[in-house]
Antibody, heavy 116, light 107 residues
Framework: EVQLVESGGGLVKPGESLRLACAAS????????MTWVRQAPGKGLEWVGR??????????DYAAPVKGRFTISRDDSKNTLYLQMNSLKTEDTAMYYC???????WGKGTTVTVSS | DIQMTQSPSSLSASVGDRVTITCRAS??????LGWYQQKPGKAPKRLMY???KLQSGVPSRFSGSGSGTEFTLTISSLQPEDFATYYC?????????FGGGTKVEIK
């Protein structure tokens, strides 16, 4: 079964850091471009960023609101995608989804709440 | 960056109605457009890709059209399970951008 399972969400204070993980199964993870999408409570979908596969350079792209604060990485040996979030702001509060757009696979999401 | 302007932001319709949702891109995106459906508490699900290609398993009452900067999702006969929020997504260039969403409610 093709599956993505996010973990690592929680409640943090502004300025703190958090690392999300996304465990992939059922497809060849090392070939996949992987993406993070978030959704603030009651709001629309927002693309956060993506990482290419190693064959295409493994490079990353980010949305402007998170550039310089968030880092996407991958460990193909563990079939796992990561989102390192630093200098968190209250406006980063959202459900964070890990996605494989090519096959339209989405995780169930993990909730990040940034509040003092 | 490419902006995606989606309209309307919400609509009320009855079962059996024909519904049309539009997305306008701030610049040409070729056919790099998808449509997603999201129900409350669930992850989005893709309905269409490459403007007009129906995702496997999606009913044929959904269709997509358009080119360049103007794109449309049509539901030919709205069914009870179609009440949801719909988003377009441009995949032409980073940053990828979603439209603001259209909430389809029961009239």
């Amino acid at each position: 079964e093709v599956q993505l399972v996010e973990s690592g969400g929680g409640l943090v204070k502004p300025g703190e850091s958090l690392r999300l993980a996304c465990a992939a199964s059922g497809f060849t993870f090392s070939h996949a471009y992987m993406t993070w999408v978030r959704q603030a409570p009651g709001k629309g979908l927002e693309w956060v960023g993506r990482i290419k596969n190693k064959a295409d350079g493994g490079t990353t792209d980010y949305a402007a609101p998170v550039k310089g604060r968030f880092t996407i990485s991958r460990d193909d040996s563990k079939n796992t995608l990561y989102l390192q979030m630093n200098s968190l702001k209250t406006e980063d509060t959202a459900m964070y989804y890990c996605c494989y757009f090519y096959m339209d696979v989405w995780g169930k999401g993990t909730t990040v709440t940034v509040s003092s | 960056d490419i902006q995606m302007t989606q309209s309307p932001s919400s609509l009320s319709a009855s079962v059996g109605d024909r519904v049309t949702i539009t997305c306008r891109a701030s610049q040409g995106i070729g056919n790099d457009l998808g449509w997603y459906q999201q129900k409350p508490g669930k992850a989005p699900k893709r309905l269409m890709y490459a403007v007009s290609k129906l995702q496997s398993g999606v009913p044929s009452r959904f269709s997509g059209s358009g080119s360049g900067t103007e794109f449309t999702l049509t539901i030919s006969s709205l069914q009870p399970e179609d009440f949801a929020t719909y988003y377009c997504l441009q995949l032409n260039s980073c940053p990828l951008t979603f439209g603001g969403g259209t909430k389809v409610e029961i009239k």
